[in-house]
């Protein structure tokens, strides 16, 4: 079955389609394109630079789909001149997902890719975080048709893209500490200027880069706005030209930026998880060995850790899964995993997303389609939810039976602990609060994981305090 | 969740043409072509004087800094 991709629409040269069959687990992605992006493909594959990020694994792996494909007929039929047919990635994820160093390797990887380009006669069309994808801890950008031939005198036309939806962001978290994500997550085509200079006041304008990438185009497109505004014609800016050796100096400028950023990772409540949980170490191996029971007889293509602190259990699924999705709503902890995995991992098979598991990316843009729930991008044959229950129904307040309901829609094997209310933890969550939750105890739980599952093991830890199940859906 | 996966998969490679969201007739993202002239100037001479900086300091002490090699992923 073919069908258009309900978020790519945006560039009228061309439009992405899946192909889904039966037999296949992944469907196909091909992409109906036009004349010209045809034939800039076509010299593209014969470029030294392009070759090169192919070889290091930088650009997703295209091909130019056969004539006889019947697929690709279909496409065609659809007024496109060529079809083009890219390697699918493991999971799509956002930039509103990911931790400031995922989004700071994505922003050196447009960069260096914008420089080759650039030094050999081309250029990337646009600067946005939805063309690139991370395979594990490795971003690859994979939105082919942005590279196009460089004209003479051409600036850097993404260049305020590429500032709304990375440098901005990541010069508010390491300069402000503030939180990017919420506004990544609100401001899809990233965030503008003269909204982003309101954040930086007083002495944090001084800071490196914010004068010259915030409150400079803030002052430009202020003084624009004021000039042409009503009936005053707009000026005709686009025949101004750039020399190529301006562009080349302020991408590299705009490099030597972005990795002089850096946030460092705070004690938050889970970020020392490995060193501050309440098992002694008999009781922390045990419930290690029923995860790891678990993932072997499994074997998972896609395992899913909700509410992963630093990947602990994550680390262990990853020796048996294809690909682990590591998701936790505490940003340090997430970005500490990251770190971890990119100079650790024997597999490169951990995907870290930042995710509020009470309040997950939703469906949004244009309709409501241009961008996915998170539920429904991540397709899980596994699940582990460990010492998670007690912050859905108490921090969050979310009954245990929404919650069962949302891991029961996944249709797969789960491992899940409950945190019985005499455990410190539970204890210290409650202390303070004037809602007791008395429909918070093991009997309560387990009638409702009986009306959805089936309990095919459970081991009692901390002398019965918690409980790890393995459970199936009935 | 049935086409779950259809779905993850169908919304990748999605290319995004410059966009303008304020819905008005003024486009302020057109000035950035001012913005990037006047910072390519500056990053132009910041560029020209490391080159030169570097390349004495390669002379005096024979060794290459690791900020030379600013285009390297920093993995």
Same mark, same amino acid.
């Given at each position: =079955? ?20 039966? @037999?296949? %687990? ?18 593209? %594959? ?27 007929? @279909? ?37 260096? /890719? ?19 994808? +991370? ?43 503030? *939180? ?13 200027? /003269?909204?982003?200079? *309101?954040? +930086? ?5 001084? %800071? ?6 915030? =409150? ?70 045990? %419930? ?7 993932? &072997? ?38 970005? &500490? ?21 009470? $309040? ?64 410190? =933890? ?5 202390? $303070? &609060? ?10 309560? +739980? ?25 459970? @199936?859906?009935? | ?75």
């Amino acid at each position: =079955m073919i069908s258009p991709v309900g978020g790519s629409f945006r560039d009228p040269s061309n439009r992405v389609y899946t192909v889904t069959l039966p @037999e296949q %687990k992944r469907p196909a992605i091909y992409r109906g394109v036009d004349e010209i992006t045809l034939e800039n493909f076509e010299k593209l %594959k014969t470029e030294q630079f392009y070759k090169q990020l192919e070889v290091e694994k930088r650009v997703v792996n295209t091909t130019l789909c056969a004539p006889d494909d019947p697929f690709a007929n @279909e496409i065609l039929g659809a007024g496109w001149a060529g079809v083009l047919v890219h390697e699918p990635v493991s999971i799509v994820s956002y930039s509103y997902e990911w931790s400031f160093a995922m989004l700071r390797r994505a922003a050196l990887l447009h960069l260096r /890719i914008l420089t080759d380009a650039l030094e050999s006669g081309w250029t990337v069309k646009d600067s946005t975080p939805f063309n690139i994808q +991370f395979e594990g801890t490795a971003p690859v950008f994979i939105d082919i048709p942005s590279f196009v031939p460089w004209q003479e005198g051409e600036p850097w036309t993404a260049y305020r893209q590429f500032c709304c939806c990375f440098l901005t962001p990541l010069m508010m978290r390491s300069h402000q500490g503030i *939180n990017h994500l919420p506004l990544l997550r609100s401001y899809l085509d990233g965030i503008p200027p /003269i909204e982003a200079a *309101n954040y +930086f006041r007083g002495f944090s304008r001084f %800071k490196r880069g914010v004068a010259s990438h915030v =409150m400079l185009p803030a002052r430009v497109e202020r003084r624009i706005e004021a000039r042409e505004r009503d009936a005053v014609p707009a000026e005709d800016r686009s025949q101004r030209k750039v020399s190529q050796k301006y562009v080349l100096a302020l991408v590299e400028s705009v490099t030597r930026l972005v990795k002089s950023l850096s946030v460092d990772i705070e004690h938050t409540d889970w970020s020392e998880y490995d060193k501050t949980h309440t098992y002694d170490d008999e009781e922390f191996q045990a %419930k290690k060995g029923f995860v790891e029971e678990f993932v &072997k007889e499994k074997k998972p293509s896609c395992l899913m850790d909700i509410g992963c602190n630093t990947g602990t259990f994550s680390k262990i699924a990853a020796e048996h899964a294809d690909l682990v999705i590591a998701a936790d709503g505490d940003h340090d902890a997430v970005q &500490k995993l990251f770190m971890h995995e990119s100079s650790h991992s024997a597999h490169n098979n951990i995907l870290p997303l930042v995710l509020d598991l009470s $309040n997950v990316s939703p469906n949004q843009g244009w309709a409501g389609k241009e961008r996915s729930s998170f539920d429904r991008r991540a397709d899980p044959d596994s699940i582990l939810v460990l010492a998670l229950v007690h912050h859905i129904r108490i921090s969050a307040n979310i009954p245990m039976a929404l919650f069962l309901d949302w891991l029961r829609s996944f249709n797969c094997g789960i491992v899940i602990e409950f945190v019985d209310r005499h455990d410190e =933890m539970v204890v210290k969550l409650l202390q $303070n &609060k004037s809602e007791q939750y008395l429909d918070y105890n093991r009997k309560a +739980f387990e009638h409702e994981l009986e009306d959805r599952f089936r309990v095919r093991t459970s081991q009692e830890l901390k002398g019965g305090k918690r409980v790890i199940y393995h459970i @199936e859906p009935q | 969740m049935n086409n779950r996966k259809l779905s993850a998969f169908s919304i990748m490679a999605v290319a995004v043409i410059q966009p303008s969201v304020a819905l008005a007739y003024v486009d302020p993202g057109s000035g950035s072509v001012i913005v990037t002239t006047i910072l390519g100037f500056f990053a132009a001479i910041g560029y020209t004087f490391r080159k030169y900086f570097y390349k004495l300091k390669r002379k005096m002490f024979g060794t290459k800094s690791n900020e030379e090699n600013s285009r390297a992923l920093d993995d």
